[in-house]
């Protein structure tokens, strides 16, 4: 009975261990509401088979948040519950997220004319509006921002070719 | 299984699910007892859909958890648990983790004399208070004494935000280990009536008052110091090498670095007496 120093601590002989903090993994799967949330607003949310704390995400201005930590910072969208877990409503997964995707300092690109794929999400999310590439390239209607005026390499074009 | 006994002390309520819990814990005068022999840890999400909506009258007179885990607590009641009567309370071996008492909550546990034995607490405060008092009622944190099942006092987790206090009463800590983390903007002075007990990680109020006795420790790292005091006579330290910059150890606190907190001799030297550990596998 008393203090002691043990293991590089000085404790009472009569403590119980600390209990961990909580933990929160995410678990994007388990998030479902059927709800579109708005940034900016509060929400107190349920994840029924969250296991830990579910009153406690809430959607801020700051995006998904809980007391312990913060993810998904400002994009000032909306955030919708998907298959994917918590998203915006236009957010492709991540997995499918190309190297320039979401880059808002890309503006202008040019793409080879030897180009004939081009990724679901390579240029997903910047601010592109026009490309020109070749007719027998192959992309996804994601694969540029929406809007994206796309022209064609003439056949006997060799610019950029 | 359906609640058994007759809830006296001899024959105390047994009960293994939640709504059996409440049943038994909200019986005036009773004794209860959960059977944790073929679950110990309780999922609340999983047990109560919306989490607490409706206040639990905590009017049993003894509570033994017997080991039970209730693992994340949430709800938009006001209040979780209160035990507003007259009558000492006993809340043992029970374990209240990774709960999340958010600001509709003002208190986890509201009431008046209310001793928890051998009892752990994890979670997140956002705002009010863990302990909220009832008429000026206090709760005690501490052993289960020598005579208990367990001696081990209590123990504490805990992450503040908002205005958010352990409690907003002078309640006592017995050999109670406690490790806390955040920030809280509250301005009132959280007072603790703290006996050999110990706080890690990090103090979450400006405003710290120690007003209970014996030998106590602050291993935590201070960021402000506004009102501190140390009305206990004993000995509580304070980690100097964990004070934020410019802060020095408030009055009546005694300041002792990292490696003299790991040296009995430099321990002894400031009054705080430390036992030597029998060495393992020793003669």
């Known amino acids: 009975m008393g203090w002691i120093i043990h293991n590089n601590e000085l404790l009472d002989s009569d403590f119980n261990d600390i209990p961990s903090f909580p933990s929160y993994p995410l678990a994007p799967a388990l998030w479902r509401t059927g709800e579109t949330l708005q940034t900016g607003l509060h929400y107190d949310l349920t994840f029924p088979s969250h296991p830990l704390a579910p009153a406690l995400w809430r959607i801020t201005e700051r995006g998904l948040e809980t007391g312990l930590f913060k993810v998904l910072p400002t994009p000032n969208q909306n955030w919708i519950i998907g298959d994917n877990g918590l998203q915006t409503k236009s957010m492709p997964d991540p997995i499918y997220l190309g190297a320039f995707a979401n880059n808002p300092l890309l503006m202008q690109i040019s793409i080879p004319k030897s180009v004939k794929s081009i990724g679901r999400y390579a240029f997903y999310g910047t601010r592109i509006n026009y490309v020109k590439i070749a007719r027998d390239c192959t992309y996804y209607p994601t694969s540029f921002p929406e809007g994206t005026l796309i022209e064609y390499y003439e056949e006997d074009d060799d610019t950029n070719g | 299984m359906s ?149 081990r006092g209590c123990a504490f987790a805990f992450k503040f935000s908002g205005d958010a206090r352990l409690a907003s009463a002078a309640c006592t800590f017995n050999h109670c280990n406690m490790n806390f983390d955040g920030t809280s903007t509250n301005t009132s002075t959280q007072e603790m009536k703290m006996y050999e007990s110990k706080i890690s990680g990090k103090m979450p109020w400006a405003s710290f008052k120690n007003s209970g006795g014996g030998q106590n420790v602050i291993d935590a790292e201070i960021d402000t110091i506004d009102t501190w005091s140390n009305t206990s006579g004993g000995v509580t330290l304070i980690n100097t090498d964990k004070l934020a910059s410019g802060l020095s150890v408030p009055s009546g606190f005694t300041g002792v670095t990292s490696t003299q907190m790991l040296d009995a001799d430099a321990l002894g030297a400031v009054g705080f007496i430390v036992e030597t550990e029998e060495p393992e596998g020793g003669e």
């Not at chain 2, 293994?16 to 679950?39: H, I, L, N, P």
Request: charged share 20%; with cysteine; net charge negative.
């Open chain 2, 3 to 151: 609640i058994s006994g007759t809830g006296t002390q001899a024959d105390p309520y047994i009960v293994d699910t939640w709504a059996d819990f409440v049943t038994a814990v909200e019986t005036v005068d009773a004794y209860v007892k959960v059977d944790t022999s073929t679950v110990a840890t309780w999922d609340f999400a999983k047990m109560v859909e919306g989490g607490l909506s409706t206040i639990i009258d905590w009017n049993a007179i003894e509570v033994d958890g017997n080991g039970l885990t209730i693992k994340g607590l949430f709800g938009t009641e006001e209040r979780w648990f209160s035990a507003t009567s007259s009558t000492a309370k006993v809340v043992k071996n029970l374990n209240l983790l990774d709960m999340a008492k958010t600001t509709v909550t003002t208190g986890v546990f509201h009431g008046r004399a209310i001793e928890f034995r051998n009892c752990k607490f994890s979670g997140v405060i956002e705002g009010g208070n863990f302990f909220e008092p009832y008429s000026g009622g206090v709760a005690t944190f501490t052993t289960g004494g020598i005579a208990g099942n367990d001696p």
